[in-house]
Structure formats: structure tokens, C-alpha cells
């Protein structure tokens, strides 16, 4: 399953989530908990799944407050057929959760949803930012065939082999992908879309995984019966090195995956400028770069001005964040609209800043300017690589 999904399917969920990425980050590490959480609910139990869900929502609340509804509808379901027939047992779980987990949810919306922008504004800075993660309109044509194919394979067999737990579970999450897609796009809740309830879809392509290759489990033992002499088992076992060698040496299929491992060597251009500036800059420096860095701050440990990635999810400071994008990056939810590369127009307009927008940078307290080699200014210049030169702002006059 974990080659299916590094593999083929890499890339292809809805809403461009991943349940396993190539890099360890804090959504990978709840997702850990959220899967063995997810083996106990699936297995009865009815404490220790919420209870591996605090531990969840800790690292990252979406991961673990999705799954906390998913559970809670369920349980509610079943004890409404039950004829509300509570226990302390079934209770226990969703009350410690609440009661920790819960308040650190309405802690984090409070701060969320405090002052700033208004909720129309909202909306057009995620569709602008983040409409391949929010927004189902974006999300590419080949995604929902690929994803959806998997989804209806996935629950015909789930149907077949009377998996009804994992149905159940599969049920909720499509109901609310449903809910969320007309909330979001015809009734205009901010409120909703900050659910980001397409993130589920990590849990409904698990599931349709498991009820696949469960199915062909059942015809691995009737071929291993039948055929017991062409040692079908070396011949999956070699099948599975053959995978997992490409994977680890960068070759053939997995090549063209954006893996990162951690015994990787190579440093790539960006993170390489970010260390020179690192060395060669005062640590309170404030810094402008091309929209598409990623990795700069970690390597560099120097504040940015304004950071394309790393948007806020705060309504008392997205404002800022997206002014910032449009004086910088000269980009806004009318490129997102028109269905420009946003990366490709926010590069042409960068490249050509003027004088007099670099002059208002540095008065507002940038220091340097990283540009890409090609793109040249008349500036002193800090350090360069074989991509990228930084220039010096602060002698501006």
C-alpha cells in the first residue's frame, strides 16, 4: 500500500493533501497517531482511539479534530439506533477529548477569527493562495477521475466483502465533502472552508487502499493454491526490492516524484543562498526572495519580509499578508481567476521591481534582495551561487 501511494497515486488526492509525504512534518507525525487511531476505532475500541486523537490535534488540529467528527457521527448514529442508549464507556473518549483537545480547537478559532479582514476576504485569500487545497473548482480534471475510479472501486468491494465499519467512515466523509462543496461554493462560508474537509480525502483513499488490496488478498491465496510451484511469493518479494531501489536511487518511474530523503546529499540552489546569507548576514536581517522558495528560511534562520508559503491562517493578519504579496509579487486573486501560473506572473513582476519600490522596501526595513542571476540591478551585491545573487538594500538612498 505505502508503494501505491508514494507511487502511482503520488500527487493525485483530492485537494493536494498526501497521507505520507517525502519530508517529516508535523501533519506526517499526526497522521501516525491518526492512523493507529483509526486500527483501534475500527477494532471497538472506544477510548483509546480519541485519546491517540489529543495527541493529534496536538501536532496538527486538523488531522485530529476531522477525525474526532468522523468518530462522534458515528458514535452518535449508533447510539440513536440504539435507541440513545449511552454508556460511561462510549462516552469517555469524546470527553477527554473535549475537554482538552476541545478547548485548544476553540482556543486556536477564537485567535483565528479575532478582529481583522471579513469573511469575504477571507474566502478570496484562500482562493487566491490556496484554491488548490480549499477550493473543489480547482482541483485538476486527472485528480477526480484517478481519485474517484479508486473511490467506487474502493466501496464496491468494501460492499461486497460486508466491510461495514470502513463504509460507515467512508459514508461520513463523502456526506461532508458533499456539504463542504456546496457550503464553500454557493453559500460562501468562510466558516466551512477553514474545515478544509477535502483534507479528509487522505482517510477515504486509505480505506479504499485497504478494501482493494484486503480483495486482493483473497486472490493472492487462491493463486498461491493453484500455483504453487512458480514461487509467486519471490517473485512479489522481488518485485517489491525492485520498487523500493528505484525509490531510494532516484531511477526510472520514481525519478520524477519530488522525494526528499533524509540521507540525501544534494542541496539544492535556494537552500544553498539561504546558508551563504546565513554566515554572511546580521541575524535581525530582513530579506525579499522569489515566490517560489520554500526551504529558504530554515537554512538561512533570517526573517522575510513577506513569504508566499507561509500564509496565516488569522484573519488579523492575512490582511497584511496579502498586501504584502501584492506589493512585492504584484500578483491577486484576479491572476489566481484568470487561470495565469501565478508563479510564472509573480517571477516576471519581481524580476523588474524599480527603483522606487526598492527604495519603499528598504525605508520599511528590508535589508537584501535575493533575485535570480539573469535578472540584473544596478545594486551592490552580498553573495551569489551559480542561480541566485543577493543585493544590498540598505545603501539605498
Not at 497517531?33 to 483509546?48: N, Q
Not at 465533502?177 to 478544509?196: E, G
Not at 535589508?367 to 545594486?379: C, G, R, S
Request: proline residues 3%; hydrophobic residues 45%.
Amino acid at each position: 500500500m505505502i508503494l501505491v501511494l508514494l507511487g502511482p497515486l503520488y500527487n493525485y488526492n483530492l485537494g493536494g493533501n498526501e497521507l505520507y509525504y517525502n519530508m517529516f512534518i508535523a501533519s506526517f507525525a499526526a497522521k501516525v497517531f491518526g492512523v493507529v487511531s483509526l486500527f483501534y476505532y475500527l477494532k471497538k475500541a472506544r477510548t483509546i482511539p480519541y485519546l491517540l486523537l489529543i495527541i493529534s490535534t496536538a501536532i496538527h488540529p486538523t488531522v485530529g479534530i476531522q477525525l474526532f467528527i468522523i468518530f462522534v457521527v458515528i458514535d452518535v448514529f449508533e447510539m440513536a439506533k440504539e435507541h440513545m442508549n449511552f454508556s460511561i464507556g462510549k462516552l469517555l473518549g469524546p470527553a477527554f477529548y473535549l475537554m482538552t483537545a476541545g478547548i485548544y480547537i476553540c482556543i486556536l478559532l477564537i485567535k483565528a477569527n479575532s478582529g481583522g479582514i471579513a469573511g469575504n476576504q477571507y474566502m478570496e485569500i484562500f482562493e487566491f493562495r490556496n484554491a488548490h487545497h480549499f477550493f473543489p473548482q480547482y482541483f485538476p480534471v486527472s485528480s477526480y477521475v484517478v481519485e474517484i475510479t479508486l473511490y467506487c472501486t474502493g466501496i464496491f468491494i468494501m460492499i461486497r466483502k460486508k466491510m461495514y465499519d470502513i463504509i460507515k467512515i467512508s459514508t461520513v466523509i463523502i456526506i461532508g465533502l458533499i456539504f463542504y462543496t456546496i457550503a464553500v461554493i454557493i453559500l460562501k462560508s468562510d466558516m466551512i472552508l477553514s474545515t478544509q474537509w477535502f483534507k479528509t480525502t487522505i482517510w477515504l483513499e486509505f480505506l479504499a487502499l485497504l478494501a482493494i488490496f484486503s480483495y486482493g488478498e483473497t486472490l493472492w491465496f487462491k493463486i498461491n493454491q493453484k500455483f504453487t510451484d512458480i514461487k509467486v511469493l519471490g517473485t512479489l518479494f522481488l518485485v517489491i526490492s525492485i520498487s523500493m531501489a528505484m525509490i531510494v536511487t532516484d531511477l526510472g518511474y520514481f525519478s520524477a516524484k519530488p522525494y526528499r530523503f533524509f540521507y540525501g546529499k544534494n542541496i539544492s540552489d535556494e537552500e544553498d543562498i539561504g546558508m551563504k546569507i546565513k554566515a554572511l548576514t546580521e541575524k535581525d536581517a530582513i530579506i525579499i526572495y522569489p515566490v517560489d522558495f520554500t526551504g529558504f528560511k530554515l537554512y538561512s534562520e533570517r526573517s522575510a519580509y513577506i513569504d508566499f508559503k507561509s500564509v496565516v491562517h488569522r484573519k488579523d493578519a492575512l490582511g497584511d499578508w496579502y498586501s504584502r504579496i501584492r506589493e512585492v509579487y504584484g500578483i491577486d486573486i484576479h491572476d489566481r481567476r484568470s487561470g495565469q501560473n501565478l508563479f510564472s506572473v509573480a517571477g516576471k513582476k519581481y524580476t523588474t521591481l524599480g527603483p522606487d519600490k526598492l527604495k519603499e522596501l528598504k525605508e520599511k526595513g528590508v535589508d537584501y534582495m535575493i533575485q535570480e542571476k539573469e535578472a540584473d540591478f544596478n545594486l551592490p551585491g552580498l553573495v551569489e551561487n551559480k542561480k541566485y545573487k543577493v543585493y544590498v538594500l540598505n545603501q539605498l538612498k
